[in-house]
């Protein structure tokens, strides 16, 4: 939660600014908070790709923003999304094994890079590319050429989800700089909100 700090309260513009045009605070409050919210997001993708090395798709779409308004002045900033595919965690190689599929794949979780020695890159019939393991099962297929025939089944892999990787609960490398951020940005916008509501009004601190 962001608040008004008491350093805030002595600004010149915001003193003029209670003063002078009260009614106009919920405006100026839900203009500052969706300027912080709006800064959340970029700034989490960046430390999301520094402390998890997550691939632009695995931190890009998952963002939601709700505004704030003057007669609601929360602004909410959240994300949500299933695990994380191994393939969007810099996962190398990057291009399909086919053929001989030895050796691994090597993926980042957290700040280390981790060998998967019986993982291989693959691509599936809908064009999707993913990190997956055989599972010394089979399976009948039920359709297409193959159909009746028994193939052995894989499964891709995942590591935790892009909530969690925020989160980041035993480091706490990430949340607290979000929320110092969002604070600074809260209050530099609430100091300008202040001063252009004045000055449109033709008024000066």
Request: with cysteine; proline share 4%.
């Amino acid at each position: 939660m962001i608040s008004i700090s008491a350093e805030l309260t002595k600004n010149k513009h915001v003193i003029t600014f209670l003063r002078e045009m009260p009614e106009m605070f919920p405006e100026a409050i839900a203009d500052a908070a969706n300027k912080a919210a709006k800064r959340v997001t970029p700034e989490a993708r960046k430390l999301l790709k520094k402390y998890w090395n997550a691939a632009k798709g695995a931190a890009n779409e998952e963002w939601k923003t709700t505004k704030a308004r003057a007669d609601d002045p929360t602004a909410t900033v959240s994300v949500s999304s299933g695990m994380t595919p191994f393939y969007n965690m810099g996962a190398a190689p990057q291009s399909v094994m086919s053929g001989k599929t030895s050796g691994g794949v090597s993926v980042f979780i957290g700040e280390n890079r981790h060998v998967f020695k019986h993982a291989f890159v693959a691509q599936t019939a809908s064009g999707h590319k993913g990190v997956f393991e055989r599972t010394g099962k089979t399976r009948i297929i039920n359709s297409g050429r193959g159909k009746g025939k028994r193939r052995e089944a894989v499964k891709e892999l995942y590591t935790i989800s892009i909530p969690q990787m925020t989160e980041d609960v035993t480091k706490m490398r990430i949340t607290p700089v979000l929320a110092k951020q969002a604070q600074e940005a809260f209050e530099n916008a609430f100091i300008e909100s202040c001063d252009g509501f004045l000055r449109a009004s033709g008024l000066n601190p």
